[in-house]
T-cell receptor
């Protein structure tokens, strides 16, 4: 499926680097999400944007900074990360940000912090 | 607090055998329930969902799930497993009064023996 795309698919970065993850949805949706998937843990919701406004910030450290310039694009800016931030970062989108909606996921960015 | 529990971390079944993956939820109102599947290196794909109505829901790839309010369960079933079903399966509930937030279980990894 190409409804939600994420780049890059893999990223290795040092703790002093700055990088950005990109997500793009081609489904005409109005809500977008960032999730963190760590080994042996449930998916953790990080951020929710609805109509480009942030509506959820799940106590995420400030070294993660989201940006939603329009309803089709979502970024996650990373700086001074820690090794425990290594994980799969998944982007998703849904029609309007309501709990009964189906969320469509991208393939994820596998991040390794050295 | 709202939560989702998948009691089985890993299940192995023989190809052609039946499958049941368990999911229990804790929720104070009518839940919106989802099952997603994740193949290695991929994002999550929706298998099926329950919002209301018939408690037995049909999904893609021959999967079905039954909502049992009295048992707070939403177990996933398939009558005959194929080798391509090997993947990780996630149960999720739409959080109440929290927009599009999904609460995920820890996941069940399915292996299929030839």
């Amino acid at each position: 499926e190409t409804g939600v795309t994420q780049t890059p698919r893999h990223l290795v970065m040092g703790m002093t680097n700055k990088k950005s993850l990109k997500c793009e949805q081609h489904l005409g949706h109005n809500a977008m999400y960032w999730y963190k998937q760590s080994a042996k843990k449930p998916l953790e919701l990080m951020f929710v944007y609805s109509l480009e406004e942030r509506v959820e910030n799940n106590s995420v450290p400030s070294r993660f900074s989201p940006e939603c310039p329009n309803s089709s694009h979502l970024f996650l800016h990373l700086h001074t990360l820690q090794p425990e931030d290594s994980a799969l970062y998944l982007c998703a989108s849904s029609q309007g940000g309501q709990r009964q909606e189906t969320q469509y996921f991208g393939p994820g960015t596998r991040l390794l912090v050295l | 607090a709202q939560s989702v529990t998948q009691p089985d971390i890993h299940i192995t079944v023989s190809e052609g055998a039946s499958l049941e993956l368990r999911c229990n939820y804790s929720y104070g109102a009518t839940p919106y329930l989802f099952w997603y599947v994740q193949s290695p290196g991929q994002g999550l794909q929706l298998l099926l969902k329950y919002f209301s109505g018939d408690t037995l829901v049909q999904g893609i790839k021959g999967f079905e799930a039954e909502f049992k309010r009295s048992q707070s369960s939403f177990n996933l079933r398939k009558p005959s497993v194929h080798w391509s079903d090997a993947a990780e399966y996630f149960c999720a509930v739409g959080a109440y009064n929290q927009g599009g937030k999904l609460i995920f279980g820890q996941g069940t990894e399915l292996s299929v023996k030839p």
